[in-house]
C-alpha cells in the first residue's frame, strides 16, 4: 500500500464525511451517545466476518468499523476545544512508540527474548504513565467473559499466576464442588430457588473457566462464540427435520430430538 493511495482514499472519506454531516439530516443529528449502539454492532460484525473467515466482508465491515472512528472524530471536531481524526491518529501513533521501545528507542534496539514484548512488560510501561492499578482502564461494559480473560492477564503480568493448566483443572473441581454443595443446602432447605449462593458459586466456576482457557492459550470469548455458533446451525438441523415431518416441534420426544442432535454434528 502506496502512501499516496493512502492519502487520496484519507481524503476522499474525510470529504464523504464532511458531507454527510452538512447534507444528510440523518447523519447531521447523530451525537457520541446516539452512535453507541452503532459502534458496538460493527464490532461484532467485524468478529462475525472473522469467524466465517470471509476476507471481502471482513473489508466492508472494518470499513463501517473504521467509519464509526472517523465519525466520532468528526462530531468531536465541531466542538470547540474539540479533537479531529488527526489527533486521534497522532495519539495512537505516539502510545505505540511510547510502549515499544524495543522497536523504536535506540537502547532499546535489538532486544531480543520474550521479556522485551511481553505481557508483563507491556504492563509495566503502562503502569509507569501514571496507572494506580493494573486493573485501571478495563471498559465497565466488556463482555464479561473477556472482562474476566483480560483481568487474568492483568494480574498474571505481575506473577499472581498458576504454574499450568493442571492447577487451574483442580480449582474447576474444587468450584463444581462447592457449586453441588449450595445446590443440595437449598434443596433440603426448601427455600426459594435460585439461592444468591447458587450465583455466587456458578460465577466462581465461569471465572475459573476463563482462567483454564487462558492457561491453554484460548480466548474464552471466542471459544464461547463459537460454541453458540454450533449450537445455533445444530438446533436449526432439527427445527428443519422436524418440520419436514409435519409435526410441532414440542411434540416431539427427547429421545428423537437427541438422535437429531446427534445427526446435525456427524453432519459437520
Known amino acids: 500500500m502506496s502512501d499516496?493511495?493512502?492519502?487520496?482514499?484519507?481524503?476522499?472519506?474525510?470529504?464523504?464525511?464532511?458531507?454527510?454531516?452538512?447534507?444528510c439530516p440523518w447523519d447531521a443529528r447523530q451525537t457520541h451517545a446516539s452512535l453507541r449502539r452503532y459502534l458496538i454492532e460493527e464490532c461484532h460484525e467485524v468478529l462475525d466476518a472473522l469467524d466465517r473467515g470471509d476476507p471481502e466482508d471482513l473489508r466492508a465491515e472494518l470499513g463501517d468499523l473504521l467509519f464509526q472512528v472517523w465519525f466520532h472524530s468528526e462530531i468531536?471536531?465541531?466542538?470547540?476545544?474539540?479533537?479531529?481524526?488527526?489527533?486521534?491518529?497522532?495519539?495512537?501513533?505516539?502510545?505505540?512508540?511510547?510502549?515499544?521501545?524495543?522497536?523504536?528507542?535506540?537502547?532499546?534496539?535489538?532486544?531480543?527474548?520474550?521479556?522485551?514484548?511481553?505481557?508483563?512488560?507491556?504492563?509495566?510501561?503502562?503502569?509507569?504513565?501514571?496507572?494506580?492499578?493494573?486493573?485501571?482502564?478495563?471498559?465497565?461494559?466488556?463482555?464479561?467473559?473477556?472482562?474476566?480473560?483480560?483481568?487474568?492477564?492483568?494480574?498474571?503480568?505481575?506473577?499472581?499466576?498458576?504454574?499450568?493448566?493442571?492447577?487451574?483443572?483442580?480449582?474447576?473441581?474444587?468450584?463444581?464442588?462447592?457449586?453441588?454443595?449450595?445446590?443440595a443446602a437449598a434443596a433440603s432447605s426448601g427455600g426459594a430457588m435460585p439461592t444468591p449462593g447458587m450465583a455466587h458459586e456458578l460465577g466462581d466456576l465461569l471465572f475459573t473457566l476463563v482462567n483454564l482457557a487462558r492457561k491453554l492459550d484460548l480466548?474464552?470469548?471466542?471459544?464461547?462464540?463459537?460454541?453458540?455458533?454450533?449450537f445455533r446451525k445444530r438446533f436449526q438441523y432439527i427445527e428443519r427435520a422436524v418440520a419436514a415431518s409435519n409435526r410441532p416441534i414440542e411434540d416431539v420426544d427427547l429421545d428423537e430430538l437427541e438422535r437429531l442432535w446427534q445427526e446435525a454434528k456427524a453432519a459437520e
Open 4 to 23: 499516496d493511495r493512502l492519502k487520496s482514499a484519507f481524503l476522499t472519506l474525510s470529504s464523504v464525511m464532511r458531507r454527510l454531516r452538512a447534507g
Open 219 to 230: 480466548n474464552a470469548e471466542d471459544a464461547l462464540r463459537m460454541a453458540n455458533r454450533r
Open 76 to 183: 468531536a471536531s465541531e466542538r470547540e476545544g474539540g479533537f479531529d481524526l488527526a489527533d486521534v491518529l497522532d495519539g495512537i501513533a505516539r502510545k505505540l512508540v511510547r510502549r515499544h521501545p524495543h522497536v523504536f528507542e535506540e537502547s532499546g534496539r535489538g532486544a531480543e527474548g520474550e521479556e522485551a514484548w511481553s505481557r508483563a512488560a507491556w504492563e509495566r510501561r503502562k503502569m509507569s504513565e501514571g496507572r494506580t492499578s493494573r486493573l485501571e482502564g478495563l471498559p465497565s461494559g466488556l463482555p464479561a467473559l473477556l472482562q474476566a480473560q483480560i483481568l487474568q492477564e492483568k494480574a498474571a503480568s505481575a506473577g499472581f499466576d498458576w504454574p499450568d493448566h493442571r492447577g487451574v483443572l483442580d480449582k474447576v473441581r474444587e468450584e463444581c464442588a462447592e457449586l453441588e454443595e449450595e445446590l
